[in-house]
């Protein structure tokens, strides 16, 4: 009897690290579909050239997906971009469906995402304290 448990225990296990595996896939193809979209087809004025698609994450039940994104010519436009993307968000939905083969396409909520901004900001906090100890 503590065999068979300790076997169910092993099973789900492996199904959920099979589980999370298939999720980062899902999160890794949406991330590159988006990217590509934006690149090639979002012809808006509002968006620009500069944007970048820096995470998925998608929710267990592949029906919700939550895309990171950040300017790379700086954030001055942040409210703008969203709002932006949040209303070619059916767009996205459509092409995604187009494709990809999964049985649900799911519902995309688009998130600022400022780590680009504080990594230049760890950087430029950096270079200060080297150049104070260099002088």
């Known amino acids: 009897?503590?065999?068979?448990?300790?076997?169910?225990?092993?099973?789900?296990?492996?199904?959920?690290?099979?589980?999370?595996?298939?999720?980062?896939?899902?999160?890794?193809?949406i991330r590159q579909e988006i990217s590509q979209l934006l690149q090639r087809q979002v012809n808006d004025p509002r968006l620009g050239n500069f944007i970048a698609v820096t995470g998925v994450s998608t929710s267990a039940d592949l029906k919700y997906a939550k895309v990171f994104v950040s300017r790379i010519d700086g954030g001055e436009e942040k409210e703008e971009t969203l709002s932006a993307l949040a209303a070619a968000s059916g767009f996205?939905?459509?092409?995604?469906?187009?494709?990809?083969t999964l049985r649900y396409i799911p519902v995309l909520s688009f998130q600022w995402d400022d780590s680009i901004e504080r990594g230049d900001h760890l950087l430029q906090l950096i270079d200060e304290v080297t150049s104070e100890k260099t002088a």
């Open 1 to 29: 009897m503590i065999y068979w448990n300790f076997l169910e225990l092993k099973k789900r296990a492996k199904g959920e690290i099979i589980m999370a595996h298939r999720i980062e896939q899902v999160n890794s193809l």
């Open 92 to 100: 996205f939905r459509r092409e995604l469906a187009r494709r990809l």
